[in-house]
Each structure stands twice: as C-alpha cells, then as structure tokens.
C-alpha cells in the first residue's frame, strides 16, 4: 500500500473520454486501491464510477481546437483539487491538454491508433505527437509493437511502462463443459471504423455460408461505417444471419461472447486488443489478421488463426477449417487459458501501472 504523510490519500487526476469503458475501468480500480481519483473529460457520461465532470467547449468545433479550449477550466481543477499526478488518456485530445497545462508529473496512456497511425497522417499529427511525448513524465503502452513505435518516436525506454490493459478474471470466464456449440457461432467486438475492417468479414460470410449452413454471424459495436455495414451485409442475401448488436455494456460483454464460439478480429492495425484478450479468456477460437500486435498473443495453428487481412477468401477459410476441427479448437481454448493467466491478469498488470504512480507521487512527496 502507499505510504501516506499528512497530506492523506493520493490525488489523480484523469484526463479522458469518460463515456469509454477502459477509462471507467481505470478509474474504478484507482478508486479502490485507495486513490482520491477525480476525472474531467469533455464528454457526457452517466454512470461515471469516481468524481467526475464535465468540460464544456463548443461541440462543433474541431477536435484539434475543442480539446485546447479545455485547458483553462483543467487549470481551475489543478489548483483546486491539487494532484498529485495527472494521467491522460490518447495522445491527440487529453494528452494535448496535459502538456499544454504544464503540471508536473503526468503520464500519458496510450490506446493504440494515437501512436501507430495518427502521426503518420500529416506534419501538423507527427508535431503535435511529438510535442505531447517530449513533455510527459511517463508513458503507459499495451503492446511492445506500441513500445517499439514510441522509442522510434525518440522517447526513451526508461520512461515507458509496457503493461497490456488484461482481464477481470473473476468476470471473463469459459461457460461450463467444453464451451463450444453445436453450431458456428461467430462475432466481432470491434468498433464500425475503416482500422477495424469488419467489411472483410461481412464479404467473406457468404463463403461460410455456402459450408456452414447453421452459421451465425453477431457484430458488436457501433461506429461512423455502420451504415454502409448494415447495407453491405443486405447485399449478401444473408442479413437475417448477421446480427448488429451495437456498443455492449462491458458487464454484459462475458455473456454475449459465451454466446458464440468463434472471434474473429480484421484488423487493419493494432496494439494489444483487449476483446481478443476478452474472447480468449471465454474460451472462444479467435481467428485474427496477421499483424505484429496479434503475433503477440496468436501462434498460427496453436491458440488461433492468423490470416492476411482485407482476405475474404482466407477469412471465411480459416472460419471454416476452425469449426470443423472440434480437437484445435479445444487444443485453443485451453492452451489461451493459461496465457491469459499468465499475461492478462487485469488485476496483476494494474499494479504494475499501480506501482509506478506510487513511486512517482512519493519522490514528489519526498517520501522516497
């Protein structure tokens, strides 16, 4: 436990997207373990687990002007509530607004697309990036392909902490038996955006089809393509089988996935996916594109399936090939239990991103 002076709990702040369901996770177990968590973001949300408010700025305006605007009003909080470390969550938006504050320490958490693909989309991305990581104290990354790219950025091993977010075990967990169905029953957790790709695996539905009649396809997300998703699953003749569930509450996430047998995530680009974490921890088969943040967790033919992406041919392949190998997909489910043990303990890796906010608070406080 933190030791404590006169001054009583540790203060955080968090700086997030309050509506996300890994921020509330976030803070929900700083809150537990003692912390006095306070969290701004200029996002409206409703079932915030700690002290919370929200930032107003005009909404029309563009992100990249939004979230500066923010600045005085994070002012105001700092020198009220009195931080003891400030962590800001996704580069582009509430890591701005931490290295514009210029309040010291503060660490930055890392989501994935902020550090492998924005910086790359122009000048003005890779300035901005750069700016934000040369003035955060520390730096929390979920994958060593993110690690990777953040000292190719110029950020020094020394001020990364490479943790992935895991899994509450208590939660994710394999239904009773062999946990597999009688019938194919696929899903995908990932958000309707053109990184995710999921118009992959609507194309190569058909193709499963065509083998496995009893199949059932479930998308769970929402996003700016679900529109042009829903009519492209129509034009497969096939929309009565694929089922678009929307955003799922994440405390309801364990059932649905215990609902299926196969995950399959298209991916364009990643760091580590917490849903793949998810699905294997539910004893799903996960059928994945051949990226380096995947190679990670998923060896070909052992746990799992990789397959190029933007392949609908090599998708529906693999999908098939899983299901009609009842051993592999068993072989799977066990050999994931325990990397997910292993590697994704929720609770084990949140301590280590524990410890290295008490070890910065208390240099701060001079307790060290």
Known sequence: MMRKNDQGKARLLLLGNATQAHLKRWAAYFSDNGYDVFTLSLERATDFPTRYRKCWVPGLLPGFIRYPLAVPQVRDVVATFKPDII????????GVIAALIRKKPWILSTWGSDIMMLPEKSPFHMKRTRYVLERASFITSDAEVMTKRLTELGVSHGRILTVPFGVDLSVFTPRGGEGISDKPRIVSCRKLEHVYNVRTLIEAFPIVKAELPDAALTIAGDGSQKKKLVGLAQETGYRDDILFVGDVDHDKLPALLREHNIYVSTALSDTTSVSLLEAMACGLYPVVTNIPANRD??????????????????????????????????????????????????????????????????EERGLA
């Open 87 to 94: 962590n800001a969550h996704f580069l582009p938006n509430y």
């Open 297 to 362: 967790w998923i060896v070909d033919g052992t746990n799992g399936t990789r397959v190029p992406p933007s392949n609908p041919d090599e998708l529906a392949g693999a999908i098939i090939a899983a299901w009609r190998d009842m051993p592999s997909r068993i072989a799977a489910k066990n050999h994931n239990e325990g990397i997910i043990k292993k590697r994704a303990d929720w609770h084990q890796n949140m301590a280590l991103v524990n410890e290295l906010f008490q070890r910065i608070i208390e």
